[in-house]
């Protein structure tokens, strides 16, 4: 006589076949609506179905991130890519580069995209002379155009000064005890130009200096200083500088990477 086969340990509840066929076709719903604003990089497809490789059913699960290049996105606040709340390149940075499509081409400017926000940066020796804190007229055009982008946007925007490692040029009329206070009349001059110039609120704006350190280039050649004579516009992710009427019972302007919660 045959022995009759031992009664199956159910060890998962019943319903969890169904919730995990529900929960499949939920994603590939997703998927099939999703429509990024730029087309989506091979790497960056990786990235995303990556966490998905190697899963054999709802109990096992997926992995986390591919090994080697996929898991090296970037450990620093700084360095990190957007986290990006599901997109791949903001909407936001998408029309930056459509504005400034020529002086990016040109190599005028830099922009990126990092956790603290859209970084745009003016580098080379168009903007500032040596020794120099004073904004040039090709530096006036760029932030004039800049201006624009700062007022379809409702983000807090922080410039950062930055001094090449040389401080023997003494322009006419203007005295710099150290790269520190350099780096930071350069930012402050941007910031006045961008307020009174062009209108941007003062309360949306902020200053920085960074001296002599975060140089781009460490080769002493009067190209790479030229490169490290710099300004960064960073408009701000996270929270908007106006509040919502939800807010009304608090100060109108919100105060930038203080503010977590409203009651």
Do not use: H
Not at 177 to 206: G, H
Not at 240 to 245: D, E, L, M, W
Not at 247 to 259: H, N
């Amino acid at each position: 006589m045959a022995q009759k086969c031992p009664e199956c340990i159910q060890k998962v509840p019943a319903y969890m076949s169904t919730y995990g066929d529900f929960i499949t076709l939920l994603l590939c719903f997703f998927i099939a609506i999703y429509q990024p604003p730029t087309p989506v990089k091979v790497s960056e497809m990786r990235i995303m179905l990556s966490p998905f490789q190697g899963s054999r059913g709802i109990m096992p699960g997926g992995n986390t991130l591919s090994k080697q290049k996929l898991e090296d996105m970037g450990l620093t606040v700084e360095a990190m890519p957007a986290e990006v709340k599901g997109k791949v390149q903001s909407k936001e940075k998408y029309q930056v580069k459509q504005i400034f499509e020529d002086e990016v081409k040109k190599k005028k400017i830099k922009i990126t995209e990092e956790e603290r926000g859209i970084v745009i940066s003016l580098i080379g020796d168009g903007y500032f002379a040596p020794g120099s804190a004073r904004l040039t007229e090709q530096g006036r055009t760029i932030l004039t155009k800049i201006s624009d982008v700062l007022g379809r946007m409702d983000s807090y925007t922080r410039i950062e000064g930055y001094a090449d490692d040389e401080m023997t040029a003494r322009p006419q009329g203007e005295f710099y005890e150290s790269a520190w206070e350099l780096a930071a009349q350069r930012a402050i001059n941007a910031l006045r130009f961008l307020e009174e110039k062009n209108d941007v609120p003062a309360e949306k704006l902020s200053a920085a200096t960074f001296g002599k350190t975060r140089q781009l280039t460490q080769s002493g050649t009067p190209e790479a200083r030229a490169l490290n004579r710099r300004i960064d516009v960073i408009i701000l992710s996270g929270k908007n500088q106006t509040r919502s009427y939800k807010d009304s019972a608090l100060p109108e302007g919100r105060v930038p990477q203080t503010e977590t919660s409203v009651p």
